[in-house]
């Protein structure tokens, strides 16, 4: 690599840094292997058993600050597996009252002889009905354990009567009970259906199939 002339003076040095520097222009040298003079992390982690303590303290997670002082400050991990999942709830109840308004709209459509107001409508089934608060309670009680063994065993059973009661009712029942039961069930059977795990809501799908089958019911 040919040799660089060494500026003279500070007008020198500032051209000299404005220019681009190509890779053969950087000094290559190894890292010093030097032993360090203070106390590592993981040191400090030792002398103060925060590993110990990891494993034997419950499988949440903790975040842990080393202070300038040595002290230690732990911060509780927003996916605490503890926390109650507030926005899984939100989320869960707003899609299924607006679900619930959806079917109820679409059976004013079907039955009523007058299109219905959006807004009236939309009030007296959300706002001024019982269900979606209902719908809300069965959310926040029943969705943080929807993966416990038992609660699956539930909401089948919750999927398998509000289907088949839904399809006995749109067959058997007048149109004026239609429109009050229908909504509620189909919500229900929704909800039910989505808390499960694919292969027992598909059992139950096909079980609500099958009996509607055997009862001769339609199902659309």
């Known amino acids: 690599m040919p040799s660089q002339e060494v500026p003279r003076n500070r007008k020198e040095r500032r051209a000299q840094a404005r220019q681009p520097q190509s890779s053969a222009d950087i000094p290559l040298a190894r890292p010093k292997q030097e032993t360090p003079t203070s106390k590592t992390l993981l040191e400090i982690a030792e002398e103060r058993q925060l590993l110990q303590r990891s494993k034997e303290d419950s499988p949440s997670i903790t975040t842990t600050r080393i202070n300038p002082d040595g002290s230690i400050t732990e911060f509780p991990s927003p996916s605490d597996p503890n926390q109650t999942p507030y926005l899984d709830i939100f989320l869960y109840s707003s899609s299924l009252i607006f679900l619930y308004f959806t079917l109820t709209l679409l059976v004013h459509h079907q039955y009523a002889t007058d299109p219905p107001s959006l807004l009236p409508l939309f009030l007296s089934s959300t706002v001024f009905a019982p269900a979606p608060w209902l719908i809300l309670l069965l959310v926040a009680t029943l969705h943080p354990r929807a993966s416990h063994p038992l609660m699956q065993v539930v909401f089948a059973g919750l999927a398998i009567t509000a289907g088949t009661w839904?399809?006995?009712?749109?067959?058997?029942?007048?149109?004026?009970?239609?429109?009050?039961?229908a909504p509620a069930l189909?919500?229900?059977?929704v909800w039910a259906v989505v808390e499960l795990r694919w292969e027992i809501a598909a059992g139950c799908l096909a079980a609500t199939g099958g009996w509607s089958w055997w009862k001769g019911y339609r199902v659309w």
């Not at 749109?170 to 009050?180: C, E, G, I, K, T």
């Not at 189909?186 to 059977?189: K, P």
């Open 186 to 189: 189909g919500t229900l059977w």
């Open 166 to 181: 839904l399809v006995k009712a749109s067959n058997d029942d007048p149109y004026l009970a239609v429109m009050r039961k």
